[in-house]
T-cell receptor
């Protein structure tokens, strides 16, 4: 049973560029959440997708956008990259019907460096 | 909104017991979770408390006091492999909403 897979694992961009990160959730999961984790910090919630719609959003600017496809996979897009966007981007999948526990299964992340 | 406070670092020796505290402020509360993350790896789920009291899972236990907005993770019989970052996380007003994480506690276990 494949877990959460993310691509690419590492990438380098320059300021002003755009980036797309991809995530395939754990088999059977229908909800995808994206997190940004700066070095030495906890994961910061970006947004959550369910049934191809953004269900909840954290305190991130509109430069951060996403999409969920019918197969539940998801993309995170970041436009007009800033140096401060350098971070590990984590995708987490879960079951909407998972109840209170709502355990998140994380991928290994995409390490973005903005120069 | 939600905010969580936990110590930034804890050190201990092999075989010892360590407690990592977490206090939270949230407009709604649907449970406190704990996750472990080894250097640069994927965070993994450890435990969950929705009601007051202690939940035990092997060497790890987690406690919650809803009236105090406080919880802790207790790690017993520490091993070198327990060196990692530990995050408490809360879910707000209903099941299915996003988990909000604390800044994490780095645990260093020495021999």
């Amino acid at each position: 049973d494949a877990g959460v897979t993310q691509s690419p694992t590492h990438l380098i961009k320059t300021r002003g560029q755009q980036v797309t990160l991809r995530c395939s959730p754990k088999s059977g999961h229908d909800t995808v959440s994206w997190y940004q984790q700066a070095l030495g910090q906890g994961p910061q919630f970006i947004f959550q997708y369910y049934e191809e719609e953004e269900r909840q959003r954290g305190n991130f600017p509109d430069r951060f956008s996403g999409h969920q496809f019918p197969n539940y996979s998801s993309e995170l897009n970041v436009n007009a990259l800033l140096l401060g966007d350098s971070a590990l981007y984590l995708c987490a999948s879960s079951l909407a019907s998972g109840g209170g526990i709502g355990e998140l299964f994380f991928g290994e992340g995409s390490r973005l460096t903005v120069l | 909104g939600q905010s969580l406070e936990q110590p930034s670092e804890v050190t201990a020796v092999e075989g010892a017991i360590v407690q990592i505290n977490c206090t939270y402020q949230t407009s709604g509360f649907y449970g406190l979770s704990w996750y472990q993350q080894h250097d640069g790896g994927a965070p993994t789920f450890l435990s969950y408390n929705a009601l007051d009291g202690l939940e035990e899972t092997g060497r790890f236990s987690s406690f919650l006091s809803r009236s105090d907005s406080y919880g802790y993770l207790l790690l017993q019989e520490l091993q070198m492999k327990d060196s990692a970052s530990y995050f408490c996380a809360v879910r707000g007003w209903q099941a299915g909403t996003a988990l909000i994480f604390g800044k994490g506690t780095t645990l260093s276990v020495s021999s």
